[in-house]
Nanobody, 129 residues
Framework: QVQLVESGGGLVQAGGSLRLSCTAS????????MAWFRQPPGKEREFVAA???????????YYTDSVKGRFTMSRDNAKNTVYLQMNSLKPEDTAIYYC???????????????????WGQGTQVTVSS
């Protein structure tokens, strides 16, 4: 059974940084697109960032407008891990952050919740003002 395990959440002041990690128990990890979503308090889950499958030399990233220029998603295929580097954090970034995988070989990186079939348990990020 595929598992995604997130870590790195916590409490940070506005303007600070956090790095989230998500390690997957997936064989041929590089062949699958991955994504980060978040669910703010009292709101629905929303897309944050996605990264395409990787041919080991390059991959493409996608971001929601509100995090462009502040968040960076990357992947380390040797470690079966994706990261979300979050800089210049704002109180509105407060949410539970979820890692997601789309277990389709060479699949398209989607911005939709329905585009992913495997989810982590989530990690809380709280940004104080």
């Amino acid at each position: 059974q595929v598992q995604l395990v997130e870590s790195g959440g916590g409490l940070v002041q506005a303007g600070g940084s956090l790095r989230l990690s998500c390690t997957a128990s997936l064989r041929t990890f590089n062949n699958y697109p991955m994504a980060w979503f978040r669910q703010p308090p009292g709101k629905e889950r929303e897309f944050v960032a996605a990264i395409s499958w990787s041919n080991w030399s390059s991959s493409t990233t996608y971001y929601t407008d509100s995090v462009k220029g502040r968040f960076t998603m990357s992947r380390d295929n040797a470690k079966n891990t994706v990261y979300l580097q979050m800089n210049s954090l704002k109180p509105e970034d407060t949410a539970i952050y979820y890692c997601a995988a789309r277990k389709i070989y060479y699949g398209t990186a989607s911005r939709e919740i329905g585009g992913y079939d495997t989810w982590g348990q989530g990690t809380q990020v709280t940004v104080s003002s």
